[in-house]
């Protein structure tokens, strides 16, 4: 889950780059996705992973989780449940445009609006690979229902005949787990089992993927210097991950704040800022 101002505001203006590939490799762009894609060549970009806003009244401030107010940033907007199809039909159709042929993309997500983006992913063109459970400890108790402990993730293809994966990338055909399994196949399991990230201590944005969600992903579905895109890149874990491994990254945040904090963590090539406060 990441940032992005009421859907129903102002659509900034895109930022004016020539109109090549090229021009926006290693880029972070401050201002709304769907008008900065609108404004970027078609068939360019080899993956997409992202964690877009929920619908849900999230707020997300600082004193979400328990956190010290003093490292967490403010700035998380959401979208209204009712501006929300609209919303995912405009962004999800401008990454099926700007995705290479074989391109892929990975889209988290709550169950909450999981219909919507489905939907809107089906009207795209996407053709579903995989839906994949991630475990996630929410911390939340409940009394009058089951506690949801799991995100979606959606893996999906531009073109259903050909896509990359790298399948033996992470483990060989003959590696073995401790029980004596097949390591290859535990690993593509579609049921992830990767916790949380705590940053005790530095600064941080509400919500961010851990970078080994983001390291997987990109070992099986992306090559070096292939171009790695993040429409709502909040924290910047998806740039700070695709820089280390040697990819090339292309992100959009709409929130001043969180593209301060995205830009001084890719200059300064620190995974973690401590706090200051």
Same mark, same amino acid.
């Given at each position: 889950?990441?940032?992005?101002?009421?859907?129903?505001?102002?659509?900034?203006?895109?930022?004016?780059?020539?109109?090549?590939?090229?021009?926006?490799?290693?880029?972070?762009?401050?201002?709304?996705?769907?008008?900065?894609?609108?404004?970027?060549?078609?068939?360019?970009?080899?993956?997409?992973?992202?964690?877009?806003?929920?619908?849900?009244?999230?707020?997300?401030?600082?004193?979400?989780?328990?956190?010290? *107010?003093?490292?967490?940033?403010?700035?998380?907007?959401?979208?209204?449940?009712?501006?929300?199809?609209?919303?995912?039909?405009?962004?999800?159709?401008?990454?099926?445009?700007?995705?290479?042929?074989?391109?892929?993309?990975? @889209?988290?997500?709550?169950?909450?609006?999981?219909?919507?983006?489905?939907?809107?992913?089906?009207?795209?063109?996407?053709?579903?690979?995989?839906?994949?459970?991630?475990?996630?400890?929410? *911390?939340? @108790?409940?009394?009058?229902?089951?506690?949801?402990?799991?995100?979606?993730?959606?893996?999906?293809?531009?073109?259903?005949?050909?896509?990359?994966?790298?399948?033996?990338?992470?483990?060989?055909?003959?590696?073995?787990?401790?029980?004596?399994?097949?390591?290859?196949?535990?690993?593509?399991?579609?049921?992830?089992?990767?916790?949380?990230?705590?940053?005790?201590?530095?600064?941080?944005?509400?919500?961010?993927?851990?970078?080994?969600?983001?390291?997987?992903?990109?070992?099986?579905?992306?090559?070096?210097?292939?171009?790695?895109?993040?429409?709502?890149? *909040?924290?910047?874990?998806?740039?700070?991950?695709?820089?280390?491994?040697?990819?090339?990254?292309?992100?959009?945040?709409?929130?001043?704040? /969180?593209?301060?904090?995205?830009?001084?963590?890719?200059?300064?090539?620190? /995974?973690?800022?401590?706090?200051?406060?």
């Amino acid at each position: 889950m990441k940032t992005l101002q009421q859907f129903s505001t102002p659509i900034l203006m895109p930022v004016l780059f020539p109109n090549t590939e090229r021009a926006y490799r290693n880029k972070v762009l401050y201002g709304d996705c769907i008008a900065e894609m609108r404004g970027m060549p078609g068939g360019f970009v080899d993956l997409i992973i992202t964690d877009p806003p929920f619908a849900i009244d999230f707020g997300a401030q600082r004193s979400n989780y328990n956190r010290k *107010g003093g490292r967490v940033l403010e700035g998380y907007n959401e979208i209204s449940a009712n501006d929300y199809l609209n919303f995912t039909r405009q962004w999800i159709t401008q990454s099926f445009r700007v995705l290479k042929e074989n391109g892929s993309m990975y @889209v988290f997500s709550g169950w909450n609006n999981l219909k919507d983006i489905l939907t809107a992913l089906d009207e795209a063109g996407f053709t579903t690979v995989n839906h994949i459970i991630w475990k996630y400890q929410f *911390g939340v @108790v409940t009394k009058i229902k089951y506690v949801t402990s799991h995100y979606h993730c959606l893996f999906v293809v531009k073109n259903k005949k050909k896509w990359k994966f790298n399948s033996f990338s992470r483990f060989s055909k003959e590696q073995r787990t401790e029980q004596g399994g097949s390591a290859h196949y535990k690993d593509k399991e579609d049921v992830w089992y990767i916790p949380r990230e705590y940053w005790n201590g530095d600064e941080k944005t509400p919500t961010k993927l851990p970078a080994e969600v983001i390291r997987k992903i990109l070992t099986y579905s992306s090559d070096e210097n292939d171009l790695i895109m993040d429409p709502f890149l *909040g924290s910047g874990q998806v740039a700070v991950v695709a820089k280390e491994m040697k990819r090339a990254y292309l992100g959009v945040e709409i929130v001043p704040e /969180y593209h301060d904090f995205i830009m001084r963590r890719l200059n300064s090539g620190q /995974y973690r800022i401590k706090s200051k406060k």
